[in-house]
């Protein structure tokens, strides 16, 4: 059996994302996730998807699965660990939902989330194929994406 290995993650959220987000172990056989530590009302701004822009073109070349395509021009390379929105896990069912607004991804709740609640998000069907789908949904929708 694998030890658990306890991640100090906390130093690279900034003070006001430490205020509302904590990152913890999710759902068994899952990493990280990212929970609410305050009531967020349906509707309201979460926090941006941040990262290295890069263009869309090299984004192809890149392993990782933490790009964002803003559109055919660039991507974002959120790979990196101050980028806290990296933690949303994927669910069939989500609570939030990215909205590209001025070339910057913000995500937005698009349900009332409860406090203590995880942050979740639908990536994409490429990214579903790629990530997800190989071992199996394991979000907590009761119909998952085909
Ligand atoms: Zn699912």
Redesign the pocket.
Known sequence: MRAEVIVYTHALMTDEEKKKFTRKRSRPGMGLGLFAKEEIKKGTFILEYIGKKISTKDAEAIKTRYLFEIDNEWTVDGSTRTNTARYIN????PNTEADIRDGSIMIDAVKDIAKGEELTIDYDQEYYDEF?KPQG?????A???T
């Open positions: 994927h669910s069939c069912d997800i949904c394991r979000c907590s929708a119909a998952h994406r």
